[in-house]
């Protein structure tokens, strides 16, 4: 209940907080102390407003809705009218004000619809502090924040904010309903909410761009993040699959627990999870593109932990019409699951489980210990200058044989000119390669790409085959260190030519010869 505190010099009256004491404010007019006063004394033509616009509250039997001068916006029994009098309190704001809900258990028998305000409770906790309850058998969602927006009127909810509540579903006694949907959004944050019991997804994020939603616990729901969803009756879209795409929203320090899917990502590009945790659900990340939706593309977790899930992170393309790709891990935590990752025929993803990266100089130090890629056709990590700025060596390691297939282009760690450090994965024949350490030789040899080759042709002449140019991406280097008169030949892969010719000789000591290809054929950039 609003409290009142008046100036014991002049006299004037304001309202304030039921949990704030009149000490804790001083007159506007001349700086005296108040004290306690009554709403009768209380001269709504001059309040002072307080921290909230308006404000829900209970009262023995009684629920309250008052706007911040203490106006009465709606009443009713308590238990029974909570929904109505919270919604009423909503519908009396404007875009951008503030409806703090007090203390308490409100018991919910509808959905309740927001707008772009700042729907703010009284702390999270199993008994104390804001709780909404949903009462049996009310197949719904529990709030919704849905603009009315589709392709054809591009309309969002901007900014808005739902904090410091606890919202309870009733699973046992629900066929429907999820905690929180938010659809045409952009801007919104949702933090410090706990979530539990919900029949099925704890939070539902359609159509939304640049929202932040952190600090949460999600507990015992059927389901738990959502992001972009087909939607089968055409509420929130006018039929166009790319009204179906949630982009760039920032998931964080959430945790997600004995849900079937910890988090499901449906439809949308650029979604980022941070020190996220899925532990303990059925399917701690399924990425899937459905048909009828436009794609899942760059979904990235960072800091994620998996543990004790069926399958950590499951990944596959069901028809979308562009398709499920490009999953980026950094630093995430498998344990105690009975598959870390499913990622399906067409992942294309890449995962580094620890680096070191010194990010005030792009040409300085980098490790990466661990680095596992999927179907990455073109390049991959690239640099333009004299060497790829990671310190020695860069190392990647298959979880299986799979993730070692980069396709058809080997020479996914490689610099357009120049030496490089690394220890490669080369697509083409499925083995290590080591570009930096000089190749000795004294007898035939095949080349591979990146190769610093020392030929020692002193017993008897050397041929050196060089690797198909239309898998190579690097720099090849053979030089003759002996002074005898046995050639070191060098013949292509197949009919391809070096310079126009169908082979090289290098006949005197410290001879040496560098190539380079284009996918094609092999050319002399340096010789002697």
């Known amino acids: ?115 772009p305000i700042y729907f703010i409770g009284e702390g999270v906790g199993d008994g104390h502090g804001t709780i909404l309850e949903l009462a049996d058998n009310v197949n719904d969602d529990i709030i919704e924040m849905y603009s009315g927006g589709h392709t054809g009127w591009r309309y969002y909810y901007r900014f808005g904010k739902i904090a410091h509540l606890k919202i309870k579903g009733n699973k046992d006694a629900q066929t429907a309903g999820n905690g929180i949907v938010l659809a045409w959004t952009t801007h919104h944050k949702i933090e410090d909410v706990h979530i539990d019991y919900v029949y099925g997804y704890a939070i539902k994020a359609l159509r939304c761009i640049w929202n932040h939603i952190e600090d949460c616990k999600i507990y015992r729901c059927g389901n738990g993040i959502k992001v972009g969803e087909y939607d089968t009756d055409g509420k929130y879209n006018n039929g166009t699959s790319g009204d179906l795409r949630s982009n760039m929203n920032l998931f964080e320090s959430i945790h997600v627990m004995n849900c079937d899917y910890g988090i499901h990502i449906e439809s949308g590009d650029s979604n980022n999870f941070i020190t996220c945790d899925t532990s303990e659900c059925d399917i701690g990340v399924y990425i899937c593109g459905v048909n009828g939706v436009q794609r899942v593309w760059r979904v990235n977790l960072i800091s994620h932990w998996f543990e004790s899930n069926n399958i950590g992170v499951k990944m596959i393309d069901m028809g979308s019409s562009e398709g499920t790709r490009y999953v980026f891990f950094l630093a995430c935590e498998f344990g105690n699951n009975t598959t870390n990752r499913d990622m399906g025929t067409d992942g294309h993803w890449m995962e580094i489980t620890s680096s070191f990266i010194n990010t005030g100089k792009w040409d300085g130090l980098a490790t990466f210990w661990k680095l596992y890629v999927r179907n990455i056709t073109e390049g991959g990590i690239y640099s333009t200058g004299s060497n790829i700025p990671f310190w020695s060596p860069v190392r990647i390691i298959p979880a299986s044989p799979n993730t070692g297939d980069f396709g058809s282009r080997a020479g996914f760690l490689w610099c357009q000119s120049g030496p490089n450090i690394l220890t490669e994965w080369d697509g083409y024949k499925k083995r290590y390669i080591q570009a930096s350490t000089p190749v000795n030789i004294s007898s035939d040899y095949d080349a591979k790409q990146g190769d610093f080759i020392l030929a020692d042709a002193a017993s008897a002449s050397i041929t050196i085959t060089l690797p198909d140019p239309s898998n190579t991406r690097r720099n090849i280097t053979i030089k003759k260190i002996d002074s005898s008169a046995n050639a070191v030949t060098i013949n292509p892969y197949d009919t391809e030519t070096i310079d126009g010719d169908s082979s090289y000789s290098l006949s005197s000591q410290y001879q040496f010869i560098t190539l380079t290809s284009d996918g094609s054929n092999w050319y002399i950039i340096a010789s002697s």
């Open 1 to 115: 209940m609003t409290k009142y505190a008046k100036c014991a010099v002049c006299g004037y009256v304001i309202a304030i907080p039921d949990d704030k004491n009149p000490s804790d404010y001083v007159c506007p007019n001349d700086g005296n102390t108040l004290t306690t006063a009554t709403k009768s004394e209380y001269d709504e033509s001059t309040h002072i407003k307080g921290p909230y616009s308006a404000i829900v509250y209970k009262d023995g039997s009684s629920i309250y809705a008052e706007d911040a001068n203490g106006t009465t916006i709606a009443e009713g029994e308590a238990g029974v009218d909570d929904a109505s009098v919270i919604q009423s309190a909503i519908d009396a704001l404007d875009d951008g004000e503030t409806l703090l809900i007090k203390a308490g258990t409100y018991i919910l028998n509808s959905k309740i619809i927001l707008k």
